[in-house]
C-alpha cells in the first residue's frame, strides 16, 4: 500500500503542529505564568537584600534594623533598642516579598480619603542594602472586609492621580501588634532543683 504525498505531508504538518504545542505547554506556558506571578507581586526584591524596617501606625513608630547576627537577625532600634521578635518580623517580611496584589485601579489624588490612604492607617517603609527605599501605604478594608487598599512607592504629591492595589487583610495583622510581641522574648531563668 503507497500513500500519497498530500498524506505524507498532512501528517506531517500535524506532528509539527502537536510538537509546537507540546513545547508551548511544557516550556512557554509555565515561564509565562512565572512573570504574570511576578508581575502581581508587591514588591519585587527579595527578603535578605532589606536592611531596614520601619512601621509608622498612628501614634507609634518602629524601626527595625537588620543585624549580623544569625540568631537574633533583627534589633528593634525604636521606641526601645532591644533584640527584636524574629517571628513577627519574619511574617511581615515574608508578606511584602511573597504576597500578591489583588487588583489595581487609578482613581484622582482627592479621592484617597474614601479608601483610608489620606491620612493612612500605617505606612511601611522598607530600606533596601542598596540604599533604595520603598513604601507600602495601607489604608482602609475593602468592602467585603478581605483585603485592604494601599498604595505602593506612592507618587509625588503633585501627581493628579495614583494607583491604588488591593493586598491582602494579613498586613492588617502583621502590624496590629502590642509592642511585647515586636520584642524577643526574656529567656525564662532555670528553675532550681529540689
Avoid: C
Wanted: hydrophobic share 35%; aromatic share 8%; net charge negative.
Amino acid at each position: 500500500m503507497k500513500i500519497q504525498t498530500t498524506t505524507w505531508v498532512l501528517l506531517t504538518v500535524a506532528i509539527l503542529l502537536g510538537g509546537g504545542v507540546y513545547l508551548y505547554e511544557t516550556i512557554g506556558k509555565p515561564h509565562q505564568e512565572e512573570v504574570q506571578a511576578n508581575e502581581n507581586k508587591i514588591f519585587t526584591f527579595r527578603e535578605d537584600e532589606i536592611k531596614t524596617l520601619t512601621i509608622d501606625t498612628k501614634g507609634k513608630t518602629l524601626k527595625f534594623e537588620k543585624t549580623n547576627d544569625k540568631n537574633k537577625p533583627w534589633q528593634m532600634k525604636q521606641p526601645e533598642d532591644i533584640t527584636a521578635s524574629d517571628a513577627a518580623v519574619s511574617f511581615l517580611l515574608n508578606l511584602l516579598v511573597e504576597r500578591q496584589r489583588d487588583r489595581s485601579i487609578t482613581v484622582p489624588i482627592k479621592q484617597l480619603k474614601d479608601y483610608g490612604l489620606d491620612p493612612s492607617v500605617a505606612t511601611i517603609t522598607v530600606q533596601l542594602a542598596n540604599q533604595k527605599t520603598h513604601k507600602l501605604i495601607l489604608g482602609n478594608p475593602d468592602l467585603e472586609n478581605l483585603y485592604l487598599y494601599a498604595q505602593i512607592d506612592p507618587p509625588s504629591p503633585t501627581a493628579k492621580e495614583t494607583e491604588i492595589v488591593l493586598i491582602p487583610k494579613e498586613f492588617q495583622y502583621a502590624i496590629e501588634r502590642d509592642l511585647a510581641e515586636w520584642k524577643e522574648p526574656e529567656p525564662e531563668p532555670p528553675k532550681p532543683e529540689k
